[in-house]
């Protein structure tokens, strides 16, 4: 995990360092599948995905890859930091072999009473640049010096942020 996050050094159109996922492999696609009792064919069965769903290959889960958005997003926060929020479009099929790089940029920051929020706009590219998964994140963060942020976490119910 990341250092942890204040929202003090938090800045608008600050870049995070990207999670690189891949190479996904068969292998991959179908233990996730397993794991989350996903038995759509077109996730691990060549023949089937090809010739029946006439697919390019086999694809890679919308929840594994919803799984590597929620992983960049918590591990920049930090130990003290909470995911709030997570939005996310799928726009394009990702197929096995491909490598997948998870981005993140501050989009608009608001400083409340006892911590601060970040609204990071977020998506996955592959290799080739292609954007696939476009998204939205909002992560409440600690002061630098100041208290925790509150556990459990209860959203503030008034905020300028989407």
Do not use: C
């Not at 991959?28 to 090809?50: C, G, K, P, Q």
């Not at 929620?70 to 929020?85: F, I, Y």
């Not at 009473?113 to 970040?118: E, K, N, T, W």
């Not at 998506?123 to 998964?133: F, H, L, R």
């Amino acid at each position: 995990m990341a250092e942890q996050q204040y929202f003090d050094d938090v800045w608008v159109g600050q870049e995070l360092p990207w999670l690189t996922k891949g190479p996904l492999g068969e292998i991959h696609l179908f233990r996730w599948s397993a794991t989350m009792e996903n038995w759509h064919r077109i996730h691990y069965d060549r023949r089937f995905a090809v010739e029946h769903d006439k697919l390019p290959d086999l694809l890679i889960n919308g929840s594994l890859k919803q799984q590597f958005m929620v992983q960049m997003v918590k591990d920049w926060a930090g130990r003290e930091g909470w995911v709030w929020k997570v939005s996310f479009q799928f726009r394009a099929m990702n197929s096995v072999g491909e490598t997948l790089h998870v981005w993140g940029r501050v989009k608009s920051t608001e400083r409340l009473q006892d911590y601060g929020l970040v609204v990071l706009d977020l998506g996955i590219v592959n290799q080739d640049g292609k954007e696939s998964t476009p998204g939205e994140a909002t992560l409440a963060l600690p002061f630098r010096n100041g208290r925790p942020v509150p556990y459990p976490f209860v959203p503030p119910t008034q905020t300028t942020t989407a």
